[in-house]
């Protein structure tokens, strides 16, 4: 792990390094306060870590790796204010400490600014890194907008669920290994393991999220269970229940989804006692571990130093064994 | 202008080409109604035209031309959710057909979209086109920031006034011509003037804007004299007029733009009666006829066949010397 806490530090310093005390104030200023809200990094961290494990110089990585990092804070910076989201990573959004029209010009102002700071990278490949990285920001937006679309829907599949994280989730995590190993001058093959390797350990990964806001342990957890559960969201838990349950388990399920209750713990026990008649914790247990093993199969899969691969592959058990 | 007719039609016809009929219709639907409403296609055309002057292929230069069109177009769908717009081009804008959130993510979108068609283009200065493009993305919102802080402002001086059209609206021309003379291969020296050409006659065509919206003739004009009068805009003009007139004219005049008043005529003409007082039409023409004196001179300096020179600022004096 000691690789990976590195790669937060030079991606935290490299960050820091860009020039953000600039006019207009009303610009800029949001713009760092998002960046420096701090996070995982986890993209980023992936970019690196994919360009060393096939030999690459990170040196060479690192801003491309930036520029993936600015463009996932870009979309959260617009995704709260779509989801009316007060608060991210305890602080308040964008939209709230600012205002909308600011909080979608800063983003806007981001996501040219994430591409920036992957057009300064020097490699011959930069062409195919870029489209790699347009792709991805394109199919981003379409899973926030299939996932604004399930708000209003009633008919949603669990195929178009796992589709949909996919797509909002998944694939940048996929592309920020994709990005790394083509840095590092990896074949066509293996580029495309990476991106596998990404894809079902993102589904893998938002599966746990799902996972935890409803079975997770509320003092390791660090926020209440149910989240979830009382914004009506539609996630695998909700669908598996509503595919297992009897039509008349179903109309109760449906039902709670659709009213809002005063009584907000009342609401999320109802919902719980359904999961676990129908043993949906199990269920999206095996699910999850379905696409995390898939993960597993696509990293064993690429030829590259063992120790290497294994630390790879240790980072993604560690964020997918996480209880929080 | 034979040429650039057809321009026009290579455009239009690349943009139906684009794939749009595709899911999710909630965030293509709003992109397809946008670059469908029209409009000059004034960017792309000068993109093809510059490309064509220094003897380029411009059939090379349309993925550009089109990546800079529907970057524009993103402009417009996010600047009318923060001006709150009905209207573009007498259709419903985009948040107003649909809602602001949708109007948010097929903006982000359109802007991905803007990249992945100029990273079509195959030419070895493909990334120092996409530095321009980026760099210019950048200097847009910071334009379209500062256009936003001046509405709370009551100091902002002339020179603050003209530096945010440049970014607001002459960037993005001098970039559109910089792109078309890079396609061609055309040396440093030929790229820095066509870019000096686009923002001169940039900041021309602007402050013609302002100019119509006072003194144009109402009949050609097509829409209502004093629409910024209203809308209480800190326009050239406006400017001009606090500077020349006496304090207790200057007083009136911000108050009249202080107060929102029911007689909508009644507040118009006493504008314009202050602006008659200074001269303003007058001071406007010379300013707006130095910039537009300045790009002339640019453009003259260019290397190029006489004929393709003069036809291209045949056209920029088509659009300035425009009466609506």
């Known amino acids: 792990m000691e690789n990976f806490n590195n790669y937060l530090k030079i991606i935290n310093e490299a960050i820091a390094r860009i020039a953000l005390t600039r006019q207009p104030e009303n610009l800029y200023q949001p713009i760092a306060y998002s960046l420096e809200m701090g996070g995982k990094r986890l993209r980023p961290i992936l970019t690196l870590a994919a360009c060393d494990l096939f030999g690459g110089n990170i040196n060479q990585a690192i801003d491309a790796a930036v520029g993936i990092e600015i463009f996932h804070n870009f979309t959260l910076v617009h995704d709260d204010i779509m989801d009316d989201a007060p608060l991210r990573r305890g602080s308040k959004t964008v939209y709230k400490k600012w205002n909308s029209n600011i909080a979608i010009l800063s983003g806007d102002t981001m996501?040219?600014?994430?591409?920036?700071?992957?057009?300064?990278?020097?490699?011959?490949?930069?062409?195919?890194?870029?489209?790699?990285?347009?792709?991805?920001?394109?199919?981003?937006?379409?899973?926030?907008?299939?996932?604004?679309?399930?708000?209003?829907?009633?008919?949603?599949?669990?195929?178009?669920?796992?589709?949909?994280?996919?797509?909002?989730?998944?694939?940048?995590?996929?592309?920020?290994?994709?990005?790394?190993?083509?840095?590092?001058?990896?074949?066509?093959?293996?580029?495309?393991?990476?991106?596998?390797?990404?894809?079902?350990?993102?589904?893998?990964?938002?599966?746990?999220?799902?996972?935890?806001?409803?079975?997770?342990?509320?003092?390791?957890?660090?926020?209440?269970?149910?989240?979830?559960?009382?914004?009506?969201?539609?996630?695998?838990?909700?669908?598996?229940?509503?595919?297992?349950?009897?039509?008349?388990?179903?109309?109760?399920?449906?039902?709670?989804?659709?009213?809002?209750?005063?009584?907000?713990?009342?609401?999320?026990?109802?919902?719980?006692?359904?999961?676990?008649?129908?043993?949906?914790?199990?269920?999206?247990?095996?699910?999850?571990?379905?696409?995390?093993?898939?993960?597993?199969?696509?990293?064993?899969?690429?030829v590259a130093p063992a120790d290497k691969k294994e630390a790879l592959t240790g980072f993604a058990e560690m964020l997918y064994k996480r209880d929080k």
């Open 111 to 302: 996501f040219a600014i994430a591409l920036q700071q992957l057009t300064h990278t020097n490699h011959p490949k930069l062409k195919e890194i870029i489209s790699v990285f347009v792709q991805t920001a394109i199919e981003v937006c379409e899973g926030q907008q299939f996932d604004m679309d399930f708000e209003s829907r009633s008919d949603v599949s669990i195929a178009e669920y796992l589709e949909m994280i996919r797509l909002k989730t998944a694939v940048l995590l996929g592309a920020s290994l994709k990005i790394g190993a083509l840095l590092a001058n990896a074949g066509e093959d293996q580029t495309r393991l990476m991106y596998d390797f990404g894809i079902n350990a993102g589904i893998a990964f938002q599966l746990k999220d799902d996972w935890l806001d409803a079975f997770g342990d509320q003092a390791k957890f660090g926020k209440s269970i149910g989240g979830d559960i009382l914004a009506n969201k539609k996630t695998y838990l909700y669908l598996k229940c509503l595919q297992m349950a009897s039509s008349a388990d179903r109309e109760i399920l449906q039902n709670l989804f659709q009213i809002s209750q005063s009584d907000e713990n009342a609401k999320v026990r109802s919902v719980l006692e359904l999961f676990n008649k129908y043993q949906i914790k199990e269920a999206a247990t095996l699910e999850m571990e379905k696409f995390f093993q898939k993960s597993i199969q696509s990293i064993n899969q690429v």
